[in-house]
């Protein structure tokens, strides 16, 4: 599976960005995803998971009620809107889709064999 994330840039807090990510080689409606992020000198952390059918999703407790994650298998493309941007969410979005048949929602950077590129998310104060 190859991935391509994109949507990053530069945002005043509070604003909006839309991240997508879009699979090719073979199809990932069979596989939970999730985006991660890295901001610089710290370790990269779970933002937001799905399962591959969609209808389970998990979020980190820092950006819950804020960033919502979904997926639209029809396109092979998973999505992360994000609200109410803050600086500390200044970092570089990785989207993540684990193997085929497993379907699950999880936070452990291990369980995902695919890793997009990365896009840049800057948000000033």
């Known amino acids: 599976v190859q991935l391509q994330a994109s949507g990053g840039g530069l945002v005043q807090a509070g604003g909006s960005l839309r991240l997508s990510c879009a699979a090719s080689g073979r199809t990932f409606s069979g596989s939970g995803v999730a985006w991660f992020r890295q901001a610089p000198g710290k370790e990269r952390e779970f933002v937001g998971g799905?399962?591959?059918?969609?209808?389970?999703?998990d979020y980190a407790d820092s950006v819950k009620g804020r960033f919502t994650i979904s997926r639209d298998n029809a396109k092979s493309t998973m999505y992360l809107q994000m609200n109410s941007l803050k600086p500390e969410d200044t970092a570089v979005y990785y989207c993540?889709?684990?193997?085929?048949?497993?379907?699950?929602?999880?936070?452990?950077?291990?369980?995902?064999?695919?890793w997009g590129q990365g896009t840049l998310v800057t948000v000033s104060s």
């Open positions: 799905i399962s591959g059918s969609g209808g389970s999703t």
């Open positions: 993540a889709v684990k193997p085929s048949g497993f379907w699950g929602v999880s936070r452990r950077r291990s369980d995902y064999d695919y």
